[in-house]
């Protein structure tokens, strides 16, 4: 196994990354982009400090300047390398894998994903070039300009009085919520805090709201306190989650669909890019707002390049990385909520009511895993057994007019990924995912 990725580094501990890792890895990263200036930013897993330096001293013996911005999200660097003007940027996280795990988010300049991680990889035994660069601390200069952005995205006065739980599972969004909330005092906007400190020990659990199990925590929450809007996030919070007033988790397609109505009332005949697993709800969104839907890989780096290849105002995908092209074409976790919250003020809705009608039209299955031995035969069954009109995209979907699916290889384990939609027939979508279940892992 290799700690590198598609387009970034994740792997365990002493075993596929440590500090010399890191310092190999920042070498040969400053080396293949010939920057002479670097961010970094860094979760708060216990290893992340020591890695984030192990990549700074590197960064600076190889004569680049390095902006350190300490404990922030990942957006955070994204940002703070485009606002800059660095050369590239470095995010020491994780975001959601276990506690043993840590990794890297690579991007150049303009917080532009790398295409192909393979030559910095080839750059890792160079031998140091022992110059001096200098290493500042911008961290409360690149959180306020970083701020700024974020907050320009809404409408202060379409706001309404709301109470908001948030939920940051104790992962790096506390402090920079805190930045975001107090520019929106005045608003009406009420927070209420949970697990809301950064704490390396992640006591309530490494925090993924995607998985099904972590949400109850945020739902029961957000119905004991009567909040309006729940909102968790991951461990970097480049992903955020959103609740409804009754505590129902809202799933990822209809939030794209939400903030892809949004866009198109401000910037009519916008085009929109979303991931291919599941469509029919963004598509219909998007032609009767009369924008321009785009599919594109699964993916940050593909989103993007798809995003900057159409002039996309947005794009989003159902795992709820949301991309803004006025966010330097990149994901985050703070705008998403922001969103919503002007959308409820602005038509004075509740979530709940805002997405009923689509999940009734659409509905869908959500992301069903299944560990199988052989994923190429797993595919191949699958294909032989039904009949329908084929999109190779990304993984293998097929519609069969009222329904359609799409199964995907997991590019890190010997999983492949179900995901099921119809046409307003919630009962036919339990009935696809059992049928085609049978032939990913047929019995005997």
């Not at 300047?65 to 990942?74: N, R």
């Not at 006065?157 to 520019?183: C, E, K, M, W, Y």
């Not at 995003?307 to 995908?317: C, H, I, K, L, P």
Request: net charge negative; glycine share 12%; with cysteine.
């Amino acid at each position: 196994m290799t700690p590198f990725g598609a387009y970034d580094i994740r792997g365990r501990l002493g075993v596929d990354l440590d500090a010399d890792f890191a310092a190999r890895l920042g070498r040969a990263f400053v080396r293949h982009l010939g920057a002479r200036c670097l961010v970094v930013g860094r979760d708060n897993r216990p290893s992340s400090p020591a890695l984030a330096q192990a990549v700074i001293g590197a960064a600076t013996a190889e004569g680049a300047e390095v902006l350190d911005l300490g404990l922030c999200g990942t957006e955070e660097m994204y940002h703070a390398t485009a606002h800059s003007g660095a050369g590239g940027g470095i995010m020491v996280t994780a975001s959601h894998n276990p506690a043993d795990y840590n990794g890297m988010k690579l991007v150049g300049p303009g917080a532009a994903p790398l295409a192909n991680l393979e030559p910095i990889h080839a750059l890792m035994d160079v031998a140091p070039s022992n110059r001096d660069a200098p290493v500042r601390d911008v961290a409360a200069k690149a959180r306020a300009a970083w701020v700024r952005t974020v907050l320009g995205f809404v409408d202060r006065n379409a706001l309404r009085p709301l109470t908001i739980l948030v939920n940051a599972g104790h992962g790096a969004a506390g402090p920079s919520f805190d930045a975001v909330a107090q520019g929106l005092e005045g608003t009406g906007l009420r927070f209420l805090r949970l697990h809301h400190d950064p704490d390396e020990r992640f006591p309530q659990g490494i925090p993924n709201p995607l998985l099904p199990q972590n949400r109850a925590v945020t739902a029961d929450a957000v119905r004991a306190a009567g909040a309006d809007l729940g909102v968790a996030w991951d461990g970097d919070f480049d992903r955020c989650f959103l609740f409804d007033g009754t505590g129902a988790f809202v799933d990822g397609e209809y939030v794209v669909g939400l903030l892809a109505e949004a866009f198109l009332q401000k910037e009519p005949g916008a085009t929109i890019v979303h991931d291919p697993r599941v469509i029919w709800n963004t598509q219909d969104v998007v032609t009767r707002a009369g924008g321009r839907a785009v599919a594109s890989r699964t993916g940050h780096a593909f989103l993007k390049r798809t995003m900057r290849d159409t002039g996309a105002v947005y794009g989003g995908e159902m795992s709820a990385h949301h991309y803004f092209r006025d966010f330097h074409h990149c994901d985050s976790g703070m705008i998403p909520w922001l969103l919503v919250a002007e959308v409820m003020g602005r038509t004075g809705r509740s979530l709940a009511d805002l997405v009923a009608a689509r999940r009734a039209a659409f509905p869908s299955s959500g992301e069903v895993n299944f560990r199988v031995a052989d994923v190429p035969a797993a595919l191949s069954r699958v294909r032989a057994a039904f009949d329908g009109v084929e999109d190779d995209l990304d993984g293998l979907s097929l519609d069969m007019g009222n329904w359609r699916f799409n199964l995907r290889a997991s590019n890190t384990e010997p999983l492949v990924r179900l995901n099921v939609e119809s046409r307003g027939d919630a009962g036919l979508v339990a009935r696809q995912v059992a049928a085609i279940a049978a032939h990913i892992c047929p019995k005997g």
